[in-house]
């Protein structure tokens, strides 16, 4: 049985706060690194240390790409999940919300874990900054028509 328009639509705005997330993350680290290399190009005493800064940069181009197929595979999960529940309620195994801590200190956010009963038992993860929106999309996935 096909969801709501209205369903849907509350999906859609509420998975939104899940890609934002990851583009906050993103950021947050691209901008750390453009401030360190800021730095280092502005610091480059000698050819000498020039191995070590193309090292470095190299680097950085590594983290963003890797931060690219990151977010790639949150959106293709998010489509995954998207046409799963427009088909209608998803037939889900499991389900998780765990709270997120850097070094069990600083808050980073929830992690919603969804496991599909689809062929392939296909496990999808998404992030949220806070427990209310986590709890809201468990609730939509979780809720029938």
Known sequence: MPVSTQRIEAFDEAMTAARRRVIHIISLVALLLGLVSVEIATHLHSLRDLPQVVVWFMGCGLILFLARLWYLSRVKAIARLRQAFELGSPRI???????????????????????????????????????????????????QD
């Open 93 to 143: 195994l499991t389900t998780a919300l765990t709270r997120f801590t850097f070094n069990h200190v600083i808050p980073f956010g929830y992690e919603l874990d969804v496991e599909l009963a689809d062929s392939t038992a296909t496990h999808l993860a998404f992030g949220f900054w806070g427990h209310a929106e986590a709890a809201h999309v468990l609730r939509l996935l979780q809720s």
